[in-house]
């Protein structure tokens, strides 16, 4: 997706943020005419139609995603007004991961949804490996090439044909912290690894457990190890080991896991310890790191922009109570780990056409970004319409660095391997959580699951 030389660029990136988080926090939920103005938005504010869509009185459509709870509630306000804007009904259907074998049964049963949001680049090639996806039509086209930059254009790519539309984005190198907790331990946000761990140090002296994790959901343990690895190991090691044509044995692994291990590894740092992370789910890893006063379960919990909707779910503010700062540097470059959630037509019709025409349109994006805990990818997306100053600074940053980012090494993996609870990585690294100690086994079982995993293709 981007030349060794963008390394550097990444560097900058991750400074540009590190600063624009400092500012955002600092100031107040107000944006400045300039930033409307970049990013496409009317001077006057009032917004407006970017795209014009056909009328579908009477059309029906079904869409799955694996959303749940506040972020399928929010995207369905999306859905609503496609069907204000068209007259077609649209009818949200709940899937479950891994999303292939759950539209896998549909397919079977002869009743596919119209449109799907996969979360992984692989979901979508094997989707059109299965000949499920249809192409893109003229006018989804047309969004894409005005609103995306090439990066995310690509991604939705299977062998130069565009398949995938991605509507939503995310930030995954950012770290959240409960702001009591850090003045209570005098702890400073930490810009390289070694920091961190003198950060979490001082919260443990404190009498709060440093960190929360969600380890009842293995995507989160791979995001971990992804940040670490980009950082440690570098851009071109991060692309070999995507493709697994760098095994799991190799040494740039090994050294990851051993630094993986200096957090998950001593005693009571951790919140509920090993087992009890086991037994967290990803929302409550948030909600437990900004609730109980001055003595939450933990102080900090790493995971992308969109744990601002279930810190919604609790009392502490944004950018006040909960703040934020980029992924440490493990190594020389701090890392920037991207992921998504791509729209893609099962069903051909002029209806699903419209729909993720609409997806890749900014009116689409701007509906959810007001609601918060949601990025867009989209450029055109107004900068304004995200509702607080810490979300518009991570929102700029995203647009800011084009295609200088690396996507969610997992998600590009195959399905077996990168997505599918309680198997490959997701349940190797949840051993690996339990016992950080075993480096060695757990990168023997990590190659033995994707040699396994990408010699299938599934």
């Given at each position: 997706?981007?030349?060794?030389s963008?390394t550097?660029?990444?560097d900058?990136?991750?400074?540009?943020l590190?600063?624009?988080l400092?500012?955002a926090?600092?100031l107040?939920?107000?944006s400045s005419?300039?930033?409307k103005?970049?990013?496409?938005?009317?001077?006057d504010?009032?917004g407006?139609?970017?795209?014009?869509?056909?009328?579908?009185?009477?059309?029906?459509l079904?869409?799955a995603?694996v959303w749940?709870?506040?972020?399928?509630?929010?995207?369905?306000?999306?859905?609503?007004?496609?069907?204000?804007?068209t007259?077609?009904?649209?009818?949200?259907?709940?899937?479950?991961?891994?999303?292939?074998n759950f539209l896998?049964?549909k397919?079977?049963g002869g009743?596919?949804?119209?449109?799907?949001?996969l979360?992984?680049?692989?979901a979508?090639?094997?989707?059109?490996?299965k000949k499920?996806?249809k192409?893109?039509g003229?006018?989804?086209l047309?969004?894409?090439?005005?609103?995306?930059?090439?990066?995310?254009q690509?991604?939705?790519?299977v062998?130069g044909?565009s398949?995938?539309?991605?509507?939503?984005?995310?930030?995954?190198?950012l770290?959240w912290?409960?702001?009591?907790?850090f003045e209570?331990?005098g702890?400073k946000?930490p810009k390289?690894?070694?920091?961190?761990?003198?950060?979490?140090?001082a919260?443990?002296?404190?009498g709060?457990?440093?960190f929360?994790?969600?380890?009842?959901?293995?995507?989160t343990?791979?995001?971990?190890f992804?940040?670490?690895?980009?950082?440690?190991a570098?851009?071109?090691k991060?692309?070999?080991?995507?493709?697994?044509k760098?095994?799991?044995?190799?040494?740039?692994?090994?050294?990851?896991?051993?630094?993986?291990?200096?957090?998950?590894g001593p005693?009571?740092?951790?919140a509920g310890?090993?087992?009890?992370?086991?037994?967290?789910?990803f929302?409550?890893?948030?909600?437990?790191?900004?609730?109980?006063?001055?003595?939450?379960k933990?102080?900090m919990?790493y995971?992308?922009?969109?744990a601002q909707v279930?810190i919604g779910?609790?009392?502490?503010?944004?950018?006040?109570?909960a703040?934020v700062?980029p992924?440490?540097a493990?190594?020389?470059?701090?890392?920037?780990?991207s992921?998504?959630?791509?729209a893609?037509?099962l069903?051909?019709?002029?209806a699903?056409q419209?729909l993720?025409?609409?997806?890749?349109?900014?009116?689409?994006?701007?509906?959810q970004a007001?609601?918060?805990?949601y990025?867009?990818?989209?450029?055109?997306?107004?900068v304004s319409?995200?509702?607080?100053?810490?979300?518009?600074t991570i929102?700029?940053?995203l647009?800011?660095?084009?295609?200088?980012?690396r996507?969610d090494?997992s998600?590009?993996?195959p399905?077996?391997?990168?997505?599918t609870?309680?198997?490959?990585?997701?349940?190797d690294?949840?051993?690996?959580?339990k016992n950080?100690?075993?480096v060695?086994g757990?990168?023997?079982?990590?190659?033995?699951?994707a040699a396994?995993?990408?010699?299938?293709?599934?």
């Amino acid at each position: 997706m981007r030349s060794r030389s963008s390394t550097i660029r990444t560097d900058r990136a991750v400074a540009a943020l590190a600063a624009l988080l400092a500012g955002a926090l600092a100031l107040t939920a107000c944006s400045s005419g300039d930033d409307k103005k970049a990013s496409g938005e009317r001077s006057d504010g009032s917004g407006g139609s970017s795209v014009t869509l056909p009328k579908l009185d009477g059309a029906k459509l079904e869409v799955a995603a694996v959303w749940t709870g506040t972020e399928q509630k929010n995207f369905k306000r999306v859905l609503a007004e496609f069907e204000k804007r068209t007259g077609a009904k649209v009818t949200f259907v709940p899937a479950q991961d891994p999303i292939i074998n759950f539209l896998g049964s549909k397919v079977a049963g002869g009743r596919p949804p119209d449109v799907a949001l996969l979360p992984q680049p692989g979901a979508i090639k094997q989707a059109v490996e299965k000949k499920w996806a249809k192409p893109l039509g003229p006018e989804a086209l047309k969004e894409l090439a005005e609103n995306y930059s090439q990066g995310w254009q690509d991604i939705g790519k299977v062998d130069g044909k565009s398949y995938g539309v991605y509507y939503k984005a995310a930030n995954k190198s950012l770290v959240w912290y409960n702001a009591k907790v850090f003045e209570n331990a005098g702890a400073k946000e930490p810009k390289t690894w070694t920091e961190l761990l003198s950060t979490a140090r001082a919260v443990y002296d404190s009498g709060v457990t440093p960190f929360s994790v969600g380890g009842a959901d293995g995507w989160t343990l791979t995001d971990w190890f992804e940040n670490v690895y980009l950082s440690q190991a570098g851009p071109d090691k991060y692309d070999q080991l995507a493709q697994h044509k760098l095994k799991w044995t190799d040494p740039s692994v090994k050294q990851a896991l051993t630094t993986l291990a200096q957090v998950w590894g001593p005693k009571d740092y951790v919140a509920g310890g090993a087992d009890g992370a086991l037994q967290t789910e990803f929302p409550a890893s948030v909600t437990q790191t900004f609730t109980g006063g001055d003595q939450p379960k933990a102080g900090m919990v790493y995971e992308g922009d969109f744990a601002q909707v279930n810190i919604g779910d609790t009392k502490a503010r944004v950018g006040t109570d909960a703040k934020v700062f980029p992924f440490p540097a493990v190594g020389t470059a701090a890392p920037v780990v991207s992921g998504g959630d791509a729209a893609v037509i099962l069903k051909d019709s002029k209806a699903a056409q419209a729909l993720v025409t609409f997806l890749a349109s900014p009116d689409a994006a701007s509906v959810q970004a007001k609601l918060g805990g949601y990025l867009s990818p989209n450029k055109n997306v107004p900068v304004s319409a995200y509702p607080n100053e810490v979300q518009r600074t991570i929102a700029r940053a995203l647009i800011s660095s084009g295609d200088d980012f690396r996507f969610d090494m997992s998600d590009q993996a195959p399905q077996a391997f990168g997505g599918t609870p309680g198997k490959g990585e997701w349940k190797d690294l949840q051993d690996f959580l339990k016992n950080p100690k075993d480096v060695a086994g757990a990168q023997r079982q990590l190659e033995k699951d994707a040699a396994a995993a990408y010699g299938s293709g599934s």
